[in-house]
């Protein structure tokens, strides 16, 4: 399950317009993802000027991952791209302090640097 996909399926879900998550948990053993979101505003004082305040009220969102299946199917039948890596051949695999974001290949099969191959 992409995260990304399922923040594309809760933003159109959302009571609060301009709503985008904040939170990401996993609900089960894969039964889906619940989003925590609300309306972003970017702070104009202070220590923390220019980065973004997340103003009440808060919405939650469930999405399965029966939706984000579809979604990634449908995404990978328009663009011809892989759902996992969204076409860049690399898949998220965590994040370190002093580092930054780590990524490795993306290990679908039929994955081949982000496009899907074609099999018969």
């Known amino acids: 399950m992409n995260g ?3 923040a594309m399926r809760a933003k159109t ?9 904040f939170e990401w948990q996993v609900i089960g053993e894969g039964a889906g993802i619940l989003l925590t ?8 004082s202070g220590p923390r000027k220019g980065k973004p305040t997340w103003d009440p009220p808060h919405e939650q969102v469930f999405v399965s991952a029966a939706e984000i ?6 995404y990978e039948r328009k663009t011809g791209k ?4 969204d076409g860049t051949g690399q ?15 993306c290990s679908r ?4 640097g982000g496009t899907l191959a074609v099999t018969a």
């Open 69 to 74: 299946i579809a979604f990634e199917r449908r």
């Open 37 to 44: 979101g609300g309306v972003s505003r970017t702070l104009k």
């Open 4 to 6: 990304e996909h399922a």
């Open 82 to 85: 892989c759902a996992m890596c």
């Open 13 to 21: 879900r959302a009571k609060l317009p301009g709503w985008t998550p």
């Open 91 to 105: 898949v998220w695999a965590g994040y370190k302090v002093g580092e930054g974001h780590r990524y490795r290949p």
């Open 109 to 112: 099969k039929g994955c081949e």
